[in-house]
């Protein structure tokens, strides 16, 4: 049986908690014959539905830009408006309530090459012309990492490259967000780069993008002060919040996705306490937000035990507190109606 297929996933099933807790979920993907996914990764709207229709209360959510349905021809820079318009349709969908009541891609961010400097604004004035109601602004992959396993997306450095930093900018001026995926040794370089770009509200992607395989297996005595310490220089940027999730990614290193049978919730909670609470102690609830990251977290465990893990690492918190971490600092972040 696949890791992450449903069948899989259905081989641990639990009751949901607090099933009338409010959730915005900040971090999705939509994408079908996606390069590099497999067969049963088809991520739609109905398997989206299929997972936030299975027992927690999820009003809203975020896509997050993944290389899907870009389009087929036209200047390279603005192939990527096409996925734009593409979850835009499936939105609009969502929003007729033909499904439920929650609003999937009730914010959209898409991608642009901030590369291009002064010239992504024709980029980022297309991406709004496709979504005007719901486009917030974009995700950069700036990872670069010395281990070769990762899929590298930039050059070392790229976070200090004048053009980048200009189309940052940019975004700034258009009153627009930015999402970064990152490997963590990168934190402090956005530290850097947030300073630069002070107006800019930042979103940095999965706990800062910790790795635990290829070169860093087995090294947590030296991950973990360095991640440690990028997560406090990020703190520090007050333009700066925090996306808690992603790590059912294999590559975080808990190989999850390999068990005969999916991990609970109780363990999954477990496990995610310390990274989440150094988190959540550092920038507070009032900016840090949990998310699905499916369907790539999906290979590791369901929607529902997940969630359930959430909500059991956070049971100390304050009503207020929770409220900010699974809803409301999502909501302001992206520019969500109530």
């Not at 102690?281 to 929607?303: A, I, L, W």
Request: aromatic share 10%; with cysteine; net charge negative.
């Amino acid at each position: 049986m696949p890791f992450g297929s449903n069948d899989w996933l259905a081989l641990t099933e639990e009751p949901t908690l607090e099933p009338e807790l409010p959730i915005c979920d900040p971090h999705h993907h939509f994408w079908d014959h996606r390069p590099g996914s497999v067969p049963y990764q088809r991520y739609l709207l109905h398997e989206l539905n299929a997972d936030i229709y299975s027992g927690h209360n999820v009003r809203s959510t975020v896509f997050l830009e993944a290389r899907s349905m870009y389009r087929s021809g036209g200047p390279e820079e603005l192939r990527p408006v096409g996925e734009v318009e593409f979850v835009q349709g499936l939105a609009a969908a969502s929003a007729s309530g033909v499904y439920g009541p929650s609003r999937a891609a009730a914010a959209i961010m898409g991608h642009a090459d901030l590369k291009l400097g002064a010239n992504v604004a024709p980029v980022l004035d297309a991406l709004q012309a496709a979504s005007p109601n719901r486009f917030r602004g974009i995700r950069h992959n700036v990872t670069w990492n010395t281990d070769p396993s990762w899929d590298n997306r930039e050059t070392e450095g790229i976070l200090a490259n004048t053009d980048f930093i200009a189309g940052a900018k940019v975004l700034s001026q258009k009153g627009l967000s930015l999402d970064i995926m990152q490997s963590f040794p990168q934190m402090p370089e956005i530290a850097v780069f947030a300073k630069a770009v002070p107006e800019l509200p930042i979103i940095v992607n999965h706990i800062g993008g910790v790795s635990r395989v290829g070169i860093f297996a087995g090294k947590d005595d030296e991950i973990i002060p360095v991640w440690k310490a990028g997560i406090t220089a990020l703190a520090a940027c007050p333009n700066v919040t925090m996306k808690l999730g992603g790590m059912g990614m294999p590559r975080f290193g808990y190989d999850w996705h390999a068990r005969e049978v999916p991990i609970g919730s109780e363990e999954l909670a477990e496990t995610m306490h310390p990274w989440m609470e150094h988190c959540i102690e550092q920038f507070g609830p009032d900016r840090c937000m949990f998310e699905s990251n499916f369907p790539p977290d999906k290979v590791s465990f369901s929607y529902n035990v997940m969630y359930n893990a959430f909500k059991r690492l956070s049971k100390e918190y304050s009503a207020s507190d929770r409220a900010a971490l699974f809803h409301d600092t999502a909501v302001r972040v992206y520019g969500i109606e109530a």
